[in-house]
């Protein structure tokens, strides 16, 4: 494995903490303490959890906090090397063959080391991710959703997690003078084979509590009305109780209160939670099922639970 020289200036727990907070990431201390290891001893965070639980934010804020490249891998059914690690620019290589024959050029091993050379190589962006920026700094590398791709795009990562290295048949093998960060996410739409997950330190990130949301909301939507604040999170919070097929992630409950501040709402009631359900539950099977009485029933039993506390 490629020695890890730890060059992000984080040098405990409580700075991980702070670098998250400044990039406005609400983050427990055990995901900064599982940041922090991955940082330090050089080995890619593996991040699972429900859709919209903050997993690919995690990737985004520390390209920003740290001033690095974020070099970011949208993975997809059907998903290959071609697409995700480098290709070969066909049409160049064309051009440069005809143009060395109408030059007389005829030196065959000549033509086909010089087609096959790094400026016709076109670079996706696992292998963009092995070099440096122009400062020395190696990149953040975010391979996200890799659950979407088929199983044997996983093959490919191996030797990039292992050593971050890349072989290019025709070239050899690229190997990063610094490795990059890298941070993977999955939605679990269907398991990671043990191979890539021996590779990373492994996260779950779980749907956050109430205090701690009512905080991710005070960062996200900064200047909404407490109590209505208190009220979304209380009702985001006993929706995840319901037997639904997709439950909200936190990324609904900023768009929800977002959409509430556009309706100049201060205080939930029935017929604004219903007229907006769509904005946190993406399927109608799930909205039929909570509107109406249900959301009635929910909505009182929030505002009797926040008076009992105020009382």
């Known amino acids: 494995m490629t ?10 727990v409580d700075a991980v903490m702070e ?17 922090f290891l991955a940082l330090r001893l050089g080995r890619p965070l593996f991040l699972e959890g429900e859709a919209g639980v903050g997993k690919t934010e995690i990737g985004k804020v520390l390209s920003e906090a740290l001033g690095r490249r974020l070099i970011r891998l949208q993975c997809y059914e059907g ?29 065959r091993e000549r033509i086909e080391s010089d087609i096959f050379s790094e ?6 962006p696992l292998l963009q991710a092995l070099e440096s920026d122009v ?18 795009f996983e093959a490919f990562l191996l030797e990039i997690l292992s050593d971050f290295q890349v072989t290019i048949p025709e070239i050899g093998t690229i190997t990063a003078e610094k490795p990059p960060i890298v941070i993977i996410t999955s939605n ?16 779950w990130v779980d749907y956050p509590d109430a205090k701690r949301e009512l905080e991710i909301l005070k960062v996200k939507v900064p200047g909404v009305d407490e109590t209505l604040s208190r009220q979304v999170v209380a009702f985001v919070q006993k929706l995840r109780d319901k037997d639904l097929f997709k439950l909200p992630g936190v990324a609904e409950t900023i768009d929800w209160t977002n959409a ?18 769509g904005v946190l539950l993406k399927y109608q099977d799930d909205i039929q099922k909570i509107q109406g009485s249900e959301v009635a029933a929910i909505l009182d039993q929030v505002k009797a639970d926040l008076a009992a506390i105020r009382n």
């Open 79 to 107: 998903l290959d090397v071609s697409s995700a690690v480098y290709e070969w620019n066909y049409s160049a290589q064309m051009i440069d063959i005809r143009l060395a024959e109408a030059a007389g050029d005829r030196d």
């Open 135 to 152: 400062s020395g700094l190696p990149p953040v590398l975010l391979i996200d959703e890799l659950d979407r791709t088929d199983e044997p």
């Open 260 to 277: 509430l501040v556009q309706l100049d709402k201060i205080d939930l009631d029935p017929e604004t939670v219903n007229s907006s359900l």
């Open 188 to 203: 679990r739409t269907r398991e990671i084979h043990d191979a890539i997950k021996r590779r990373c330190f492994y996260f």
């Open 19 to 35: 670098l998250l907070s400044k990039g406005n990431y609400v983050a427990d201390r055990s995901l900064a303490t599982a940041l």
């Open 119 to 124: 400026r016709f190589l076109i670079k996706r």
């Open 3 to 12: 020695e890890f020289t730890p060059d992000s200036g984080l040098e405990s």
